[in-house]
T-cell receptor, first 118, second 111 residues
């Protein structure tokens, strides 16, 4: 069964460093997403991406964050200068979104990258 | 503020019984509704989606949607210890991409 994959599973970085989190969405999916979950808190939307551009982003997704689809399979999230409060699980998701306007789309999540900023 | 509300639990249910999980949402524009299961330290796993008022059944799971009351629920029949997890209610607004998640209800199935 197709699935979303993410690498690395765990990333430790020092405050102020740049990190890139990688995702391979399900191959026939057209919409891609990043979410984060701070330990003990709810899953929060960061950004959605379609047709090589951001379609929506949350208040969390500030200038420190960027996303890119560098090739036909990978989808990346970059954090330019990490802060302690960026420590969280980061989930990539994808959806087929054929019937977007009817809301008939389902998002499938990858296993996540645990980011620890020290 | 668009919110999704769930009782955090824990909800304890004997093995073999029916577990009932509830969720309310604040925005009448919500169009798509999902239940995800999340085991500790793992990612959300989609178990049910529902878009129209009424019931939708899939195996031991039944999702129920009442848009007038802004209420969605999940029933798990013949509960198994492996059903012990946090269940996340999630909604998507009309023409939005993002899922708005509730904080989740911790379900504990008692052997």
């Amino acid at each position: 069964e197709p699935e979303v994959t993410q690498t690395p599973s765990h990333q430790v970085t020092q405050m102020g460093q740049e990190v890139i989190l990688r995702c391979v969405p399900i191959s026939n999916h057209l919409y891609f997403y990043w979410y984060r979950q701070i330990l003990g808190q709810k899953v929060e939307f960061l950004v959605s991406f379609y047709n090589n551009e951001i379609s929506e982003k949350s208040e969390i997704f500030d200038d420190q964050f960027s996303v890119e689809r560098p090739d036909g399979s990978n989808f990346t999230l970059k954090i330019r200068s990490t802060k302690l409060e960026d420590s969280a699980m980061y989930f990539c998701a994808s959806s087929e979104a054929i019937f977007r306007d009817r809301g008939l789309y389902e998002q499938y999540f990858g296993p996540g990258t645990r980011l620890t900023v020290t | 503020q668009k919110e999704v509300e769930q009782n955090s639990g824990p909800l304890s249910v004997p093995e073999g019984a029916i577990a009932s999980l509830n969720c309310t949402y604040s925005d009448r524009g919500s169009q798509s509704f999902f239940w995800y299961r999340q085991y500790s330290g793992k990612s959300p796993e989609l178990i049910m989606s529902i878009y129209s008022n009424g019931d939708k059944e899939d195996g031991r799971f039944t999702a129920q949607l009442n848009k007038a009351s802004q209420y969605v629920s999940l029933l798990i029949r013949d509960s198994q210890p492996s059903d012990s997890a946090t269940y996340l209610c999630a909604v998507i607004l009309n023409r939005d991409d993002k899922i708005i998640f509730g904080k989740g209800t911790r379900l504990h199935i008692l052997p």
